[in-house]
C-alpha cells in the first residue's frame, strides 16, 4: 500500500469525489423559508489524481460545493476551482505536485508547490476569491462556479495572500497578509474598496512562522505572531520544516488599519496556537478579540493528531492600549473551531459566534458533530449535534434581510451521515439552534469533508 493510500484523508467522507454534477429541485425535509436568496458554497481539498507520496489533507485540489437557494427550492452544484496546477495535472493525466509531506519543487517553473486555492472563500469588491496562503487567490464566478482566474491586483500583489482576509462591512475595505519562510516573514496589506491594493508593508518578525488567520477592528489590523515556526536546519537533517516551539511566547501585533511595521504595538502571552479568530473590537481603550486557542499544535507535523492539547477552545483576549496589558480567558471547556459571526458586524462589537463542535470521541481525522453558539455577552452556550454518526463541517451564518437582532438568520452547513452514506445541507434557525433543522435539502451526491464556507446573497452573484 502506497502511504498515499494510508492517509485518513483518502478514506471514508475525506475521499475525493470524481464528478462534477448538477441537480435542481433537490428534496427537502421541512421546508427552506422562502426568503432566503443566495448560495451556500463550501470550499476544499479535492484531489483531481491520486498522490504520488504521501499525502496531507491540505493538499488535495480545491473544489466548491454550492448549494443555491430561492423561492424555497435549492439547486446543488459543485465544480472544480481550474486553478494552474488543476490545468496542468489536467493535460498530463496525473499529478504533478507533491503535497506538503514532499520536498517542495524549486526547480519547477509553476510553483514549489501547487496553488490549489482549496480553502477559503471572501467576497469583496464585486469579485468573489478562493483562497490559498501560499499564493494569490482565484476569482471564481457565481452562481455557475466558473473560475475567472489568478487574482494578483494588476501584479501589485507580491506577496501571499491568507486564506482569511477580513473585510469591513462599513467602508468595503479588505486588510489581509502573508507570510513567507524566507524575509519578509510578513507582510501586511490593505485592498480599497473598489478593489486595488492600496498598502502593502512589510511587518518584521524574529523569525519565520506560519500565520493562518488575523482580526480586524473599526481602526486596527491585528497580525498573530503564534510560535509554529519554520527551521531550516531541522529541514536540512530530514525532519518536518514547521515545529511549534513552546520557548517562544504567542506575539499578538496591533496596528492602525493605515499603519506600517513602526506603528506595530506587540503583546506576549504565554505560547499557543490560534488556526481561526472570531472577531475582534474596540472598547474602551483596548481591543477584544475572541478566538479558537490550541495549547500547541502539531497538525502540520503529525498528520490529524488529535491529542487533547491540538483541540482549539473558545477564547477571549483584551489587549489593554493604555497600559499594554493583555488579558486571557478561556470561555468554554468543551473543543470548538472554524468561528463565523454574523458578518456585517465584523470589527464592530458582536456577541454571537457560531462554531463548528469537535466530535467528542477521539479518531484519525477531525471531524465536526454539531454547531455551538457562544452568547459572548451573558456567556450562555447553546449547542446543537446532528445526531449519531452524522458530521458536518463549517457552519456559516446567513443573516436574514432588514433583520435587526444579530442573530436574525441561517446557520447553514453540509451534514454527511456516515451510517447512510448520504448528504445534506442543514438550515437552522440562528436564533434558536436547539429547535433543529429548518430544512434538510437532500444532495443527490456525496459531498467530502472540506475547509471553509461561505454565503453569497443573490445580489453578489455575477451571472
Ligand atoms: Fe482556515
Redesign the pocket.
Known amino acids: 500500500m502506497s502511504a498515499a493510500a494510508e492517509s485518513p484523508f483518502l478514506r471514508d467522507n475525506f475521499a475525493p469525489i470524481h464528478e462534477e454534477t448538477e441537480a435542481a429541485d433537490l428534496k427537502v425535509i421541512g421546508e427552506i423559508p422562502r426568503e432566503i436568496d443566495g448560495m451556500f458554497l463550501r470550499n476544499g481539498p479535492n484531489p483531481q489524481f491520486d498522490p504520488p507520496g504521501a499525502y496531507h489533507w491540505f493538499d488535495g485540489d480545491g473544489m466548491l460545493h454550492g448549494t443555491q437557494l430561492r423561492d424555497g427550492r435549492a439547486t446543488y452544484r459543485n465544480r472544480w476551482i481550474r486553478t494552474q496546477g488543476f490545468q496542468k495535472e489536467h493535460a498530463a493525466g496525473k499529478a504533478i505536485w507533491g503535497g506538503l509531506f514532499e520536498m517542495p519543487q524549486f526547480d519547477n517553473p509553476d510553483g514549489a508547490f501547487k496553488n490549489t486555492g482549496n480553502?477559503?472563500l471572501v467576497h469583496q469588491a464585486d469579485r468573489l476569491l478562493t483562497l490559498w496562503e501560499g499564493g494569490p487567490p482565484h476569482q471564481v464566478r457565481t452562481p455557475s462556479l466558473e473560475t475567472v482566474g489568478l487574482q494578483d491586483f494588476h501584479g501589485k500583489l507580491t506577496c501571499p495572500m491568507t486564506?482569511?482576509p477580513k473585510v469591513d462591512p462599513v467602508t468595503g475595505e479588505m486588510v489581509f497578509f502573508g507570510y513567507s519562510p524566507i524575509p519578509p516573514f510578513c507582510t501586511y496589506g490593505v485592498v480599497s474598496a473598489r478593489g486595488e491594493i492600496v498598502r502593502l508593508e512589510p511587518i518584521e518578525l524574529p523569525s519565520a512562522v506560519m500565520m493562518?488567520?488575523m482580526a480586524m477592528t473599526e481602526n486596527f489590523s491585528i497580525l498573530l505572531d503564534l510560535p509554529l515556526c519554520f527551521d531550516l536546519e531541522r529541514a536540512m537533517r530530514g525532519e518536518p520544516p514547521i515545529h511549534f516551539d513552546d520557548q517562544r511566547p504567542a506575539r499578538w501585533g496591533i496596528l492602525p488599519r493605515h499603519g506600517d511595521n513602526g506603528d506595530v504595538r506587540w503583546f506576549e502571552t504565554a505560547p499557543c496556537y490560534v488556526?481561526?479568530t472570531s472577531n475582534a473590537y474596540e472598547e474602551d481603550d483596548a481591543v477584544v478579540l475572541h478566538g479558537c486557542r490550541m495549547e500547541r499544535t502539531d497538525v502540520l507535523v503529525d498528520d490529524g493528531a488529535q491529542q487533547d492539547a491540538n483541540n482549539a477552545r473558545m477564547h477571549r483576549w483584551r489587549f489593554d492600549l493604555a497600559s499594554g496589558e493583555v488579558q486571557e480567558e478561556r470561555l468554554d471547556d468543551v473543543a470548538t473551531d472554524f468561528p463565523r459571526v454574523n458578518e456585517t458586524r465584523l470589527g464592530r462589537k458582536n456577541r454571537y459566534s457560531f462554531n463548528a463542535a469537535f466530535e467528542r470521541e477521539a479518531s484519525q481525522a477531525p471531524r465536526f458533530e454539531g454547531v455551538t453558539k457562544y452568547d459572548q455577552e451573558t456567556g450562555a452556550i447553546q449547542r446543537h449535534r446532528y445526531g449519531p454518526d452524522r458530521f458536518a463541517g463549517e457552519a456559516v451564518f446567513a443573516p436574514r434581510p432588514g433583520a435587526r437582532e444579530e442573530d436574525d438568520g441561517w446557520v447553514m452547513t453540509y451534514v454527511h451521515d456516515e451510517r447512510e452514506n448520504a448528504d445534506e445541507l442543514v438550515i437552522l434557525d440562528g436564533r434558536d439552534l436547539s429547535a433543529g433543522p429548518l430544512a434538510r435539502v437532500q444532495i443527490p451526491v456525496r459531498v467530502p469533508y472540506g475547509?471553509?464556507a461561505a454565503w453569497i446573497p443573490a445580489e453578489q452573484y455575477d451571472d
Open positions: 480553502t477559503a486564506a482569511h493562518h488567520d488556526f481561526h475547509f471553509h
